[in-house]
């Protein structure tokens, strides 16, 4: 079994950055896989950006240029720094991990979740 956990959402005007951090505990050499995702109210969850342990990262078109994923495996803890923010970034976001053996943003691949944290960004 593999724990995370979100901190370092809040609030902040457009244009301000964010540092996201998750915390990942248990099993974590079984982790191949690490995301974040996102729900803002009224929509459905979406993947924003996720990395492989090799360091391998991807985005959502939405937030590339804007968004950063990183990992620091001696910390076992992953990183989404959102500089740039917008409006339309407000939502709760979500850690996930994943113990297979592929990488992508598709929510389903992730066996593990946080209980998320709210970022809100007022124009």
């Known amino acids: 079994q593999v724990q995370v956990v979100e901190s370092g959402g809040g609030s902040v005007q457009a244009g301000g950055s964010l540092r996201l951090s998750c915390a990942a505990s248990g099993y974590t050499d079984d982790i191949f896989c690490m995301g974040w995702f996102r729900q803002a109210p009224g929509k459905e969850r979406e993947g924003v950006a996720r990395?492989?342990?090799?360091?391998?990262?991807d985005y959502v078109t939405s937030v590339k240029g804007r968004f950063t994923i990183s990992q620091d495996n001696a910390k076992n803890t992953l990183y989404l720094q959102m500089n740039n923010l917008k409006p339309e970034d407000t939502a709760v976001y979500y850690c996930a991990a994943s113990s297979g053996g592929i990488c992508t943003i598709a929510e389903t691949i992730f066996d593990y979740w946080g209980q998320g944290t709210q970022v809100t960004v007022s124009s």
């Open positions: 990395i492989s342990r090799s360091g391998v990262a």
